[in-house]
């Protein structure tokens, strides 16, 4: 969905859309949306600053691979946001300016408006666990025979060599 300045000069622009899986591109190939994104807010407009304010909540389930052990990983998520946007043409390019906190809390758009599935992308992107785990206790896979440690327990045992003394064992003198 497209918010048209236009049409937020003539007041606020409620807004109720559902997406299905795969009409929003994450950019990401482990990551995956399994569920149909819900989103209602609204939008409006300053017209001192021409400057575009959208609130709204969404759910969405999302699948990623569990970043321990490869299986896939269920995201529930449901978040509200609130966020402004300024028209890129009030930036001074070329030029130092002094960025205030309230203007670092600030998007920018171009053109005729903003389109909502972009702020959607973000938002979902910012929504997500810095860290995706099938369980919080997830072992991982074994480093010596690849298996899935919450399956299967393989025994093996990891080698752990300390390799900053390598070179020294190629040493003539150590040889002998």
Known sequence: MFVSLKELERGKVAFRETYPPGAIQFGDQQLRQAGVLQVEGVAEVSLALLEITVRGRFGVRMEADCDRCLELVSLPLETSFQLSY???????????????????????????????????????????????????????????????????????????????????????????
Request: aromatic share 4%; proline share 4%; net charge negative.
């Open 86 to 176: 300024l028209p890129a043409s009030t930036l001074n390019e070329g030029e130092e300016v002094r960025v205030e906190e309230a203007d670092a809390e600030a998007g920018f758009y171009e053109g005729g408006g903003l389109d909502l599935a972009d702020v959607l992308r973000e938002q979902i992107l910012l929504a997500l666990p810095m860290q995706r785990l099938c369980q919080e206790g997830c072992r991982g896979i074994c480093p010596v025979c690849g298996q899935n440690r919450n399956r299967v327990a393989c025994g093996c045992r990891e080698k752990m060599r300390d390799d900053r003394w390598a070179k020294l064992r190629d040493l003539p003198a150590l040889n002998k």
